[in-house]
């Protein structure tokens, strides 16, 4: 009976659904300097997405980007993470949302994440004379520091740090002078670890190069007639 009806009292509206893929896991942790992509997957038409950070549940948050999303799918955006982002907790979160319904369209990461201080070793590359240091010769470890790290360790290893030797251990000064060690394996090469001395999930490696020995002439002197 097309008689028989009636009619919602109030308009309303059917808006689109935004979920956050990445970051997710509570053990995530992300380093300063670098470049990660968040995402995460619309559903229905939202046109610009706004994706934020924050450490306090978003009572302040900070602005990330502005994405067009012309359809529903999945969609990312590749952040450089700043230097002002580290933090020694782990409560960093990420939201997305619809910038036409900012409380009604949104979503955030499932768990708080890492973000740490970085490192960009500049010395050993691992292409400089080869990648071949020689025994005793004092050569320089250098580095740049991403955020504020005052204490690091530098270590040594042939077999990617399974096992390990201390080179330095002291304040982050930018470089180091390292009397190289007669640590020659045939065939191995060898990486340099810098690593910040009060958070060991902190380190970066450097390119892998090789100690070769060192030989000295005693004989003849060059004085002899």
Same mark, same amino acid.
């Given at each position: ?25 509570? $053990? ?17 038409? %939202? ?11 978003? $009572? ?14 999945? #969609? ?11 933090? $020694?907790?782990?409560? #960093?979160? /990420? ?37 071949? #240091? ?8 250098? #580095? ?9 360790? %530098? ?30 394996? /045939?065939?191995?090469?060898?990486? /340099?670890? %810098? ?6 999930? /902190? ?23």
């Amino acid at each position: 009976d097309s008689g028989v009806y009636d009619t919602s009292n109030n308009d309303f509206r059917i808006m689109g659904k935004i979920m956050v893929i990445q970051p997710s896991a509570p $053990s995530t942790v992300w380093y300063a300097g670098s470049t990660y992509p968040i995402s995460w997957t619309n559903t229905g038409t %939202i046109p610009t997405v706004r994706v934020e950070y924050s450490e306090d549940n978003f $009572s302040t948050p900070i602005f990330i980007a502005d994405v067009s999303c012309p359809t529903s799918g999945t #969609w990312s955006f590749d952040w450089p993470i700043p230097a002002g982002a580290i933090r $020694s907790h782990s409560n #960093w979160e /990420v939201r997305a949302y619809d910038t036409r319904y900012s409380t009604a369209t949104t979503d955030k990461s499932d768990n708080g994440f890492k973000i740490r201080g970085n490192f960009v070793i500049s010395e050993p590359l691992g292409g400089r004379a080869s990648g071949i #240091w020689t025994v005793n010769e004092t050569m320089p470890i250098t #580095w740049t520091t991403i955020g504020t790290i005052n204490n690091i360790r %530098i270590l040594y290893s042939k077999n990617e740090f399974v096992t390990s030797y201390e080179a330095y251990a002291g304040a982050n000064t930018g470089s180091f002078n390292w009397p190289v060690q007669d640590f020659i394996t /045939v065939g191995q090469s060898v990486k /340099v670890r %810098i690593i910040d001395s009060t958070d060991t999930t /902190v380190y970066r490696d450097s390119a892998a190069f090789k100690i070769r020995g060192n030989l000295s002439i005693s004989q003849p002197a060059g004085l002899e007639v």
